[in-house]
């Protein structure tokens, strides 16, 4: 039952040594792949980081979460507004940056993201979304164009930690019958 995986997942911040294998890693991808889109723009990029350097400055760069680099692999999640129109191309976008087209992108690239944390938890891994990056701070550690908004960056590794469930609110507290 997918409530039942929903369920189950939670952020892992331990990993263990063991590596990710290729195949599981795929499975992860190809589930973002799969996401839904506005007007199927599928407005995405996805960055797979091993190497232990990089990985490293990735951590720096989302505020010195050195824990991030323990992880043997590090998926970062890009929005390209110029999925939108090839008119953003070259455009400089941050934080800053107003606009629906901004908005779409990340909405959708939220969703591939949602998809790869699910199959994570479904291949037996555990990972989180990280997000305390500035794109100033992250961009340069990758290459990442001015024009790409850098989303999540997610580390991926066998759990070594059994997260408890963080509270939610009711659902009583967050629903509305038929108007607000
Ligand atoms: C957009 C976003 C950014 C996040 N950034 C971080 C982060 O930088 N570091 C971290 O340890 N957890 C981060 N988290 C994880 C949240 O703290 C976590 O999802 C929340 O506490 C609920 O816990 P759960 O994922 O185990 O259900 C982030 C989650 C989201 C959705």
């Given at each position: 039952m997918m409530i039942a995986a929903i369920r189950h997942r939670k952020s892992v911040r331990k990993f263990q040594e063991t590596p990710v294998e290729e195949e599981k890693l795929m499975e992860i991808l190809e589930a973002a792949r799969l996401a839904p889109s506005g007007n199927n723009k599928q407005p995405w990029y996805f960055i797979v980081v091993k190497n232990e350097n990089v990985k490293q400055d990735v951590a720096i760069a989302?505020?010195?979460?050195?824990?991030?680099?323990?992880?043997p692999v590090v998926i970062v999640a890009i929005a390209d507004?110029?999925?939108?129109?090839?008119?953003?191309?070259g455009m400089y976008v941050d934080e800053e940056t107003s606009g629906f087209d901004l908005k779409r992108v990340l909405r959708d690239t939220t969703i591939a993201i949602t998809q790869i944390l699910l199959e994570v938890d479904n291949q037996g891994l555990g990972a989180c979304w990280c997000g305390a990056f500035t794109q100033k701070t992250i961009r340069p550690v990758l290459n990442i164009p001015d024009d790409k908004f850098v989303l999540a960056v997610i580390p991926v590794g066998y759990p070594a930690e059994e997260p408890k469930a963080k509270p939610r609110k009711d659902l009583n507290s967050i629903l509305r019958y038929e108007t607000w």
């Open positions: 989302t505020n010195n979460q050195m824990w991030i680099a323990s992880a507004i110029c999925a939108r129109s090839e008119n953003y191309t």
